[in-house]
């Protein structure tokens, strides 16, 4: 994977501008524990992953290997299979939605980004990512 793909995967998770709004998985339980989210997460076809926290609702995301990028999160929320947080890199902040889509999967996209004429925006439009978990 080049680093403009890996740039992109990367941006889908991490910022992007206002995205589609994705339908939510029908067949996916909305009953989830903390432990559910809880581990290290990478994104498919990448080396990029993060360590995800969730304690009382609390969406907590750290850099367990961000491919040089510079990024930070706030604390985000969870309810059931959903979870959002907001996401900043290179003066661009995003607010990041994720779905558990099975059992150690699931999708993130942004539902927004601003200033949505920054390139970083530009280039995750309408795209989204998915992650795997690795380790509990």
Same mark, same amino acid.
């Given at each position: ?14 910022l ?8 939510w998985?029908q ?11 809880? $581990? &290290?997460? *990478? @994104? ?5 992953s993060? /360590?995800?926290? %969730?304690?009382?609702?609390?969406? +907590? ?7 040089g ?5 706030k604390?985000?929320?969870v ?24 059992? $150690? &999967?699931? *999708? @993130? ?6 200033? /949505?004429?920054? %390139?970083?925006?530009a280039?995750? +439009?309408?795209r ?5 978990r690795?380790e509990?």
């Open positions: 994977m080049d680093k403009l793909q890996s740039f992109s995967v990367l941006m889908t998770l991490v992007t501008c206002l995205t589609f709004p994705p339908t998985s067949t996916a339980s909305t009953e989830t524990n903390p432990s559910d989210w809880t $581990g &290290t997460w *990478i @994104a498919d076809g990448t080396l990029f993060i /360590a995800v926290t %969730v304690t009382d609702n609390e969406f +907590k995301v750290d850099e367990v290997q961000s491919l990028f510079v990024w930070s999160a604390l985000g929320s309810e059931g299979n959903r979870a959002t947080i907001e996401v900043t890199y290179l003066g661009a902040t995003a607010l990041i939605a994720a779905e558990l889509t099975g059992d $150690g &999967t699931a *999708i @993130a996209y942004a539902a927004t980004c601003l200033p /949505a004429f920054m %390139v970083v925006c280039l995750a +439009k309408d989204q990512a998915a992650f795997t690795i509990n």
